[in-house]
């Protein structure tokens, strides 16, 4: 017989329901249509695999089943990452498309960051994605953040800063780009929202959570621009559990698990 196998990705009716509170009342058809595609699907499905423990905590809660399951995201590349270059600065990233999670966390770094490090010396934040340039803000930056707008290759930004920021509070699913950061051995202060899926019960050196400014401050100023052991623990980790070549040995096992069985 048939097996159907459902991948969710997020629990794609929580991103709709905050893009309703975010950008208007319209997004709430699509909320209701995506609570009845996630309802059957969960309903219907054989095997059920998700990114979190926490969407599949809210599966269960929304649709009274838990992921068979848990299967973070996976990159598939043979890139090895640099130290990061030798600058007089220390620079801090932040990547990611003109949304309104995004958006969120852009205000939050020029409005709460930047103002708590600007007597910090050779701090700066820079800002990479789709929608984020100088031009098309519309306000005038701090002098300590520059944006960058869409770049076709990020790697030498990647390579420039010491460590990513992810200061997210809302959204769904596991945040691609903190895979994307690791994969470059770039180690990431975020938000628990931002780390979902990617923090373990043992503290990683590489994955620093914070979740006001002042927090954040800190952990910007801790660190160092001579870093190798954080690039080699922020790659291992990503060549454990975030690669092409991990994610297939999950599936695998999965697969044989659930379906020869």
Known sequence: ?????????????????????????????????????????????????????????????LYGRHADYITPVVFDTNYIPDLPKRNDKKIFLFVGSNFFANRQAVDFIIHKISPLIKDEAGIEIWIAGSGFSASGWGKELPANVKMFGRVEDLVPLYQAACAIITPIFSGAGMKVKVAESLMHGRPVIGTALSLRGYLESTPLPHLIQAETAQEFKHAMEAFSTNQEDLTKSSYQDFERRFSKQSGLTRMKSILKEKIDA
């Open 1 to 61: 017989s048939t097996r159907v196998i459902s991948f969710f990705h997020n629990i794609e009716f929580e991103f709709q329901k905050e893009r309703v509170k975010q950008d208007g009342f319209f997004y709430a058809i699509t909320a209701a249509a995506e609570y009845l595609n996630e309802k059957l699907s969960t309903h219907y499905s054989n095997l059920l695999l998700m990114l979190t423990q926490e969407d599949s905590k809210k599966s269960k809660l």
